[in-house]
């Protein structure tokens, strides 16, 4: 805290300290204290990579959906690297994140909010702090923005160099999804052009399809006269796991209209199941901030631990604050979701509800390959509709992990990837994330979910 007083900032900065007082799980062990203060000045002087009424104007689309009149859709990789920040790949993402949304949109009549697992989503929890490789043990990978993935003494090092590094990786990744989404690219004209460099599959075609209607509907609102620029620019959104504090807190900026302090480094920040206790760091520095928040709930979370984190996290229950996004697992979620709505119902709190099937639902193949099944994906996906159902609460979003990139990570969907094949493309350091053919074979299932709660 010292380090900050002794700038002489404000009250409300040493408010936004009070979490170095609390215990603050899944930090990496610095080595060099000084060099984390090092790296911390440097993030403190850059600019903001979002703004305040970027971060408002989401707070309201999500209050909408909260509502039941907007649908969320969160996606991108468990663990984004340096090295994959690359055009093609980040481009490949937004589209498939813009296919998808375009099947949501269309089949449910319903506006989709774009946002992206990206630009920030660096820093990973891990089960154990090492690894141990034929008998070696070192500190285990917590992402590029802490330390390197090869398994060497000094690539595992944690390095707090690797933050600034992370604060330029994202500006340049936000800088290409802001020419990609504003710039004419994401323009609904384009439909078919998003579709194109995928190779051919039933998910494609069936997308084909769609994109061809929504032409000809486009086709005849212009003949209408009828303008928009709803149709050639799209709004998307970045988030992250706010895991890493020693990264998120010289982030924070005061917004110089209201005097509120808001994470600059995201415009929705979450918080992940590991570091979400009440009296924990995380979700004490979170509390001070003005962001959409989301915590993640999995299958041992009590209806008070929800209505504890409300208190905390939204005391004023303002709609579009807190989202809770649950990852029960395929087997759980029937059981285990219905009470958890019910009970936050009755409490009349009304955060918005979205559903991760992935997380819950993770096993490891004989191979040794961490992967999930498709089915189990969908079949989570299905419960937290059903259970929604049950309740009359809004299932208000679905967060996954995806790439644009066919990838063989996850089992199953339309083209039956098995467990032999998985070894062709597996890339991620993490989670297994749905390839570009099964991402859109997800974004139709759940238009025809959203369909039937019209
Ligand atoms: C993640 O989203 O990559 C993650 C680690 O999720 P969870 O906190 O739900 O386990
Ligand atoms: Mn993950």
Redesign the pocket.
């Known amino acids: 805290m010292s380090q900050h007083t002794a700038f002489g900032v404000s009250s409300s900065a040493l408010e936004l300290d009070s979490y170095r007082d609390l215990v603050a799980k899944q930090q990496p062990n610095w080595s060099d204290r000084e060099a984390v203060a090092e790296a911390s000045q440097d993030l403190a002087s850059q600019p903001p990579l979002v703004f305040a009424g970027e971060v408002d104007r989401l707070r309201t689309r999500l209050a909408q959906a909260a509502r039941g009149e907007a649908f969320l859709l969160q996606g991108g990789d468990?663990?984004e690297t340096f090295a994959g920040a690359t055009a093609d790949k980040i481009r490949d993402r937004v589209k498939t994140m813009l296919q998808m949304a375009v099947v949501l949109t269309y089949g449910a009549s319903m506006p989709v909010i774009k946002v992206g697992?990206m630009a920030g989503?660096f820093a990973?929890?891990r089960s154990s702090d090492t690894e141990t490789r034929d008998g070696v043990t070192l500190p285990a990978y917590r992402g590029d923005i802490v330390n390197g993935y090869d398994f060497t003494p000094e690539s595992r090092a944690a390095d707090p160099k690797r933050m600034v590094r992370g604060y330029h990786v994202a500006a340049s990744t936000l800088n290409l999804i802001r020419a990609f989404t504003q710039g004419g690219f994401a323009d609904l004209r384009q439909v078919h052009e998003w579709n194109k460099g995928f190779v051919s599959n039933p998910a494609n075609q069936r997308y084909e399809a769609l994109a061809a209607e929504i032409d000809r509907a486009l086709r005849f609102m212009d003949a209408c006269g009828v303008e928009s620029s709803a149709l050639n620019q799209t709004e998307f959104y970045v988030s992250h796991?706010a895991l890493l504090l020693d990264y998120e807190r010289p982030l924070v900026r005061i917004d110089s209209r209201t005097g509120t302090p808001y994470g600059t480094s995201g415009h929705m920040l979450?918080?992940?199941?590991?570091?979400r206790e009440l009296d924990g760091a995380h979700v004490e520095f979170m509390s001070k901030l003005r962001n959409p928040i989301a915590v993640?709930l999995?299958p041992t979370a009590t209806t008070d631990d929800a209505l504890r984190l409300i208190d905390k996290l939204d005391p004023e229950r303002e709609p579009g604050r807190l989202t809770f996004?649950t990852?029960m697992g395929a087997e759980k979620i029937r059981d285990a979701l219905p009470p958890l709505l019910a009970g936050v119902r009755d409490a009349g709190a009304t955060p918005l509800w979205v559903t991760?099937p992935?997380?819950?639902n993770g096993i490891t193949t004989a191979t040794g390959y961490k992967t999930r099944r498709f089915d189990d994906v969908m079949n989570e996906l299905l419960g937290f509709f059903e259970s929604h159902r049950e309740v009359g609460t809004f299932p208000g979003g679905v967060?996954i992990?995806l790439t644009g990139d066919d990838v063989t990570e996850c089992l199953g969907g339309s083209e039956n990837i098995d467990e032999a094949t998985l070894a062709t493309r597996y890339e991620s350091l993490?989670?297994p994330r749905l390839n570009h053919m099964q991402s859109l074979e997800l974004a139709f299932q759940v238009a025809e979910e959203l369909k039937s709660l019209r």
């Open positions: 468990c663990a697992r989503q990973k929890p796991e979450w918080i992940g199941e590991r570091t993640k999995g996004i990852r991760d992935m997380h819950g967060h992990e993490c989670d």
